[in-house]
């Protein structure tokens, strides 16, 4: 059974940090590259950073430079450090496996919300 279970989000101040956790079940986190996604309000999901099997990684060029995508073998677990936060950063962030379509299965996410 898939499941994924994102937190860490919370209300924080423009230039603040957070870090986001995932945990994922085995199936879906040993199988496939994963990754972290938001939807703003109004707008679609977008892709924010993945992570391969062998811990490459890739960030969305507006990300650069304040992201890290890690992931945890042993718990399962997908991590995103986000540093230097914007309000245009508020979003609810969902991890999923990448590619992930709007009709597979997605957790509740986590809102991330940063004031000016």
């Known amino acids: 059974q898939v499941q994924l279970v994102e937190s860490g989000g919370g209300l924080v101040q423009a230039g603040g940090s957070l870090r986001l956790s995932c945990a994922a079940s085995?199936?879906?986190?040993?199988?496939?590259?994963m990754a972290w996604y938001r939807q703003a309000p109004g707008k679609q999901r977008e892709l924010v950073a993945s992570?391969?099997?062998?811990?490459?990684?890739n960030y969305r060029d507006s990300w650069k430079g304040r992201l890290t995508i890690s992931r945890d073998v042993t718990n399962n677990t997908v991590y995103l450090q986000m540093n230097s936060l914007k309000p245009d950063d508020t979003a609810v962030y969902y991890c999923?496996?990448?590619?992930?379509?709007?009709?597979?299965?997605w957790g509740q996410g986590t809102q991330v919300t940063v004031s000016s």
């Open positions: 999923n496996k990448f590619p992930a379509f709007r009709w597979e299965y």
């Open positions: 992570i391969t099997k062998d811990g490459s990684t």
């Open positions: 085995g199936s879906i986190f040993s199988r496939n590259v």
